[in-house]
Nanobody, 123 residues
Framework: QVQLVESGGGLVQAGDSLRLSCVAS????????MGWFRQPQGRDREFVGA????????GYEVSEKGRFTISRDFAKNTLYLQIDGLTSVDTAVYYC????????????????WGVGTQVIVSS
């Protein structure tokens, strides 16, 4: 069982940067690939990016590549998502998730999910 808790969301201005955090309860944090997803109001959950258990590489949704940076701190059992150049399109609830399968773009490959953190971008 892995518990994930996101934080760092809030109301921000367009053009700002934001770093979201996701703290994992598991001592086996390094056994899981981790992903970030987001869900705008009224829309389906969409892939943002993912990082494998090794943390050696990262993958992002193609259209957002360059604005999003994912990293993980194994000593702190924490996953991060840096978002630069925020726009209203980024307004959504952001979720982190843990997977034994790998750094997948498919939400069904992730077993554990946090409750999400809301990001609202004001223009």
């Amino acid at each position: 069982q892995v518990q994930l808790v996101e934080s760092g969301g809030g109301l921000v201005q367009a053009g700002d940067s934001l770093r979201l955090s996701c703290v994992a309860s598991a001592r086996t944090f390094d056994s899981y690939a981790m992903g970030w997803f987001r869900q705008p109001q009224g829309r389906d959950r969409e892939f943002v990016g993912a990082i494998p258990s090794s943390g050696s590489t990262t993958g992002y949704e193609v259209s957002e590549k360059g604005r999003f940076t994912i990293s993980r701190d194994f000593a702190k059992n924490t996953l991060y998502l840096q978002i630069d150049g925020l726009t209203s399109v980024d307004t959504a609830v952001y979720y982190c998730a843990a997977s034994r399968v790998g750094a997948s773009i498919n939400p069904s490959d992730y077993t554990y999910w946090g409750v999400g953190t809301q990001v609202i971008v004001s223009s």
